[in-house]
């Protein structure tokens, strides 16, 4: 789902991106500048793998996630560290947003249950 950040405001505008067993749902928010603050929940199941035995996992995600789409290239200007994503196009795709988050929590180190307990 590709939303024109132009249309985002100072009233919240809601979205609901859902993949397999993930549910990406949250608002964006006009906050300064070129800023637009995205503010969602991820829940569900991201099935996954122990990084020992490569066994598939499925791992429960509850996540707060929070950061900023810059409405073009972004520049500090105030040496304040942001966690910012450029759109270069003037939209934000909200289906590769989720695919990102999800790519991320899978980087992480995890182990099956038979592992943890050898």
């Known amino acids: 789902m590709k939303l024109s ?4 405001g100072k009233t919240p505008l809601d979205f609901e991106v859902k993949s397999k067993e993930i549910t ?3 608002y964006l928010e006009y906050h300064a500048g070129k800023l637009i ?3 969602a929940h991820l829940s569900g ?3 996954t793998e122990c990084n020992i035995c490569a066994k598939e996992i499925k ?3 509850d996540e707060e996630i929070e950061f900023f789409i810059s409405d073009g290239i972004y520049e500090d200007q ?3 560290e942001l966690d910012v994503v450029e759109s270069l196009d003037s939209q934000v795709d909200l289906d590769e947003l989720l695919a990102s988050e999800i790519e991320l929590l899978k ?3 995890y182990r099956c249950e038979e592992c943890q307990e050898s």
């Open 5 to 8: 950040l132009r249309k985002v």
């Open 45 to 47: 199941i991201i099935d």
């Open 107 to 109: 980087s992480d180190y």
């Open 59 to 61: 791992l429960p995600v």
């Open 24 to 26: 990406f749902k949250g």
């Open 37 to 39: 603050l995205l503010k």
């Open 78 to 80: 105030n040496d304040i």
